[in-house]
DNA sequence: ATAAGTATTATTGTCGACAATATTCACAAA
DNA sequence: TTTGTGAATATTGTCGACAATAATACTTAT
């Protein structure tokens, strides 16, 4: 299940997306210049298309652009990770406490129903959770804060950048099960309208999850 | 004194600062329409040049942009506010926490310095602080994080919707000396490096501030 | 051999024209 | 009058070419 349905209408939008798959999943390494022409051949398009699609990239944090001289794939770093994770812990505690308080009853069933799916993959196989099952929870609770732009800076400025630092470090990790256990916390808290609670408890998941990717980052520095 | 200076560098860039003055200062209107041929010749460049700047303007939030339709201002309206400020307490919350923890002794001393000058202008012009004075003060807060996401969505993301909302409906306020001695106290605390007060009264600070632009909002009405 | 300055090449920025899509207007039918 | 259909118009999306800037290679002098 994909969370949101991104509907790509022109083909600058198209290549935006293409390209943004390939900077996150590493096939355009991490740190490389992006060639304007080279880009234009390999996706068959305009480069006034590629340009457009630079520009966007440059909001989702992915690249870095610099007058007359170019793109630039952003570099991971460790200190670079603690920013991004620092950042996430603040938008989604309040994105938890928003949605305590703005998640309709029928939204919190839903993510009730997501949860009690999950718990039974959770036992089995530990893999289905961390990849689409995480990302999914995340996604309810910060749609359920019905903030356009707590929902619009983490899922374009955010979400993908994460994603990249996942896919590129390999993130996958025995912390499921514990993780599962947070995620039912928080949304016990919402279920109870408890505002103070289900920020308090989704800024702790978040900086727990962070320690985890941390310490692997130690073990396969970069 | 500009916190930030910006140095535009190509006829695009120059053009996206202008448009969005003219946005955010409403002369060009709230919830109208942006028509690329016109804004070419108005600002004198040519069209690709003013759909680059429109496209920097998206991720300002300053305007929405529907494939093949086109580009809006925004509208302001109550809600909008909330939700902005609901994000910028979330932000600049961790803003001073992270600068209780990240800002050098340096940063903080200039801070000090800043506010016994402006503590002079407080007593007898109530107008200068509000203005210059308020925003350079959390600009300092901001960048004593040390945290570059932060800074990027604060500055780019949300101040200058902020301001829009300012000045399209005339904030000034009584609340000048109050919230001067709000800033005090959050330096002390950054001072102290006790990060979760430093934390908490920023947040208050700013839920403050959006109770007083709030009661402002119900006297004239969008 | 090295350094500085200059010429050459490569790459990004800007432009005007054309294509594709959306909007508006006119007309006809109910 | 209102509604639907189609043509005409306006607006955005895409393209290739040229201009301006940066990066590279070459030459020359010390």
Not at 63 to 91: D, F, H, M, P
């Amino acid at each position: 299940m994909t969370p949101l349905t991104e509907t790509p209408i022109t083909t600058a939008d198209k290549t935006f997306i293409s390209l943004r798959k390939d900077i996150v999943e590493g096939s355009i390494a991490a740190g490389s210049k992006l060639n304007e022409a080279e880009l234009s051949t390999k996706y068959a398009v305009s480069r006034a298309v590629i340009r457009e699609a630079i520009n966007k990239l440059e909001n989702t944090n992915l690249l870095e652009r610099k007058a007359n001289v170019g793109a630039k794939v952003v570099t991971l770093s460790q200190s670079g990770l603690i920013q991004l994770y620092q950042v996430r812990e603040s938008l989604e505690g309040m994105a938890a406490r928003l949605a305590a308080a703005n998640m309709t009853n029928n939204e919190i069933d839903q993510v009730n129903t997501l949860l009690q799916q999950h718990s039974g993959s959770v036992k089995e196989s530990q893999r289905y959770y961390q990849e689409a099952g995480d990302v999914d929870f995340h996604y309810r609770i910060v749609l359920g804060s019905h903030n356009q732009h707590l929902i619009s800076m983490l899922m374009n400025n955010i979400y993908h950048l994460v994603r990249m630092y996942r896919v590129q470090l390999g993130m996958a990790g025995p912390r499921v099960t514990t993780a599962f256990a947070e995620h039912q916390h928080i949304v016990q808290a919402i279920s109870n309208r408890d505002q103070e609670l289900a920020e308090i408890l989704m800024r702790r998941h978040i900086a727990y999850s962070r320690n985890n990717i941390e310490q692997k980052l130690q073990d396969t520095p970069l």
